[in-house]
């Protein structure tokens, strides 16, 4: 064994991530070439996952491990969005059934190939979004590695962009009533540049109905919101203010929660509610 070969490896080990992905581009350019990768993967050092996205061998995979070192490595942007980041910042309290999914927000179309692996701790569900062209996003720590998240705020509004073939309105309405601590300015900014008028319209909805404090905090007549009616569900109802025709149980959601007959009932009744949110 060469020495630069064991030199670099040591140096290769020590940069890379637990349980975390190596791109080839960014190992040459640090000094890795072919020759030296593929001597790596001939070795048993290395194991290949995808054209040009390699792991440690023995390494169980982890999906942000994975995603830090692709916005590291690559210069990415890719996100943990929508109902992943709101776990993340402590809302919701029901685990689905299943592998749990991880969804992350593009504003490329083009989605890697890797992500479609099964070979990680968690299900990658990528989508593409150019909803905001300044996401509202924060570095968390997560399992020792930084990770891209998007604020609370704006996950929301990710699930709704994902509604209804993501999420059912009804179950984004019990999660909007958690929503008792979004910071009014972020909302605010948010609104005036989304680009999606459904989304800006149910979230207005949906947070007038919730009657969250912050809701009286926003300034109304900086938010375009269209003058197109929309359409959300068949045989709705109408709301005028906000010229969206909702899902009936949406509108009928507190006679929903009466007419369940004890606190076991409301429990297990969210709890399927939340499993087919995240199926």
């Not at 569900?125 to 570095?139: E, G």
């Not at 019990?174 to 008028?197: F, G, P, W």
Request: hydrophobic share 35%; with cysteine.
């Amino acid at each position: 064994m060469s020495l630069e070969y064991q030199s670099k490896l040591n140096q290769l080990l020590v940069l890379g991530k637990k349980n975390g992905l190596f791109f080839s581009d960014w190992l040459r350019k640090n000094g890795y070439s072919d020759q030296l990768i593929r001597k790596y993967r001939q070795s048993g050092w290395l194991a290949t996952l995808d054209k040009g996205v390699m792991y440690r061998t023995g390494d169980s995979l982890s999906s942000f491990a994975a995603l830090s070192c692709y916005n590291e490595q690559l210069n990415k942007k890719a996100r943990v969005a929508a109902h992943s980041a709101l776990e993340l910042f402590g809302f919701n309290h029901y685990v689905p059934m299943g592998k749990p999914l991880l969804m992350v927000a593009y504003h490329s179309s083009n989605i890697p190939k890797w992500m479609t692996s099964d070979s990680f701790d968690k299900k990658f569900k990528p989508f593409s979004t150019k909803m905001i062209d300044v996401p509202q996003t924060s570095t968390v720590q997560i399992e020792g590695v930084d990770v891209l998240v998007s604020s609370p705020e704006q996950a929301f509004m990710e699930c709704l962009l994902l509604a209804p073939e993501q999420y059912n309105y009804m179950d984004l309405y019990y999660v909007m009533e958690q929503l008792t601590s979004l910071r009014a300015d972020v909302v605010q900014t948010l609104l005036e540049n989304i680009k999606n008028q459904r989304v800006k319209r149910v979230f207005l909805y949906m947070a007038k109905k919730a009657g969250h404090y912050w809701f009286d905090m926003l300034n109304p007549d900086k938010i375009n919101l269209g003058t197109s009616k929309q359409q959300l569900a068949e045989n709705g109802i109408y709301i005028k203010k906000y010229r969206i025709t909702i899902p009936k149980e949406l509108n009928d959601y507190e006679k929903y929660i009466k007419k369940t007959s004890s606190p076991f009932d409301t429990h297990y009744a969210v709890s399927l509610s939340y499993q087919r949110f995240c199926s």
